[in-house]
């Protein structure tokens, strides 16, 4: 399939005429509507109900886990979890509460930079299977191999276009690419 951008908006051009969907544009946008609101809630609620942490806290060890050393700057983590510097910072507070994340000064005492303890990464392990055994359960179980294909593809090319209209450094650049690669 050919690429296709989410096209740039030039500020002093004349506004066009809205586009409508058309009925099929319309069904396939509550589905998508749906997933992106039921999914997250059915996954956050297993967590807490079976792990007592949240998606978004599960996120943030998970994005430390896949670093060479299990840390990584706030800022870049803050765009790897999409999630505020705000709302990361509680986060990594209630964390560092419980012994599975503690905070380090970066070179020369600049950037915080949270790291995932040996405890998380323990927690980590035991709580992954429980998180992908309800993932596998809501998603793939109710898929075809082609169309996790496909799920892979659409996902790809719209998280591609949505990277592509932030600025955000470039832990986001190397994910723009990875993005693009992967939904070619």
Partial sequence: ?????????????????PRWLNHQEWSAWLQ????VTLLP????????????MSHFEFGVMVALSRQPDRSLQLKDLA?????????LSHVISR?????????????KG???????????YRTLMVVGPIHFREVRRLVFDVLTAEEVRALRQV???????LIGELNLGTLARQ??????????
């Avoid at 999409?82 to 709302?87: A, E, M, V």
């Fill in 110 to 120: 600049r950037a915080t930079h949270a790291v995932l303890t040996d405890e998380g």
């Fill in 1 to 17: 399939m050919k690429r296709q951008p989410i096209p740039r908006r030039d500020p002093d051009a004349k506004p066009d005429p």
């Fill in 79 to 87: 765009v790897v979890a999409n999630g505020s510097l705000s709302r």
């Fill in 32 to 35: 998508l509507l749906g997933t």
């Fill in 95 to 107: 964390l560092e509460g419980r012994g599975w994340v503690r905070r380090r000064s970066g070179p």
């Fill in 41 to 52: 809630a059915a996954l956050d609620s297993q967590l807490q109900r079976e792990a007592g």
């Fill in 155 to 161: 996902a790809g090319r719209i998280n591609s276009g």
């Fill in 175 to 184: 994910t723009r690419e990875r993005s693009k690669r992967q939904s070619s």
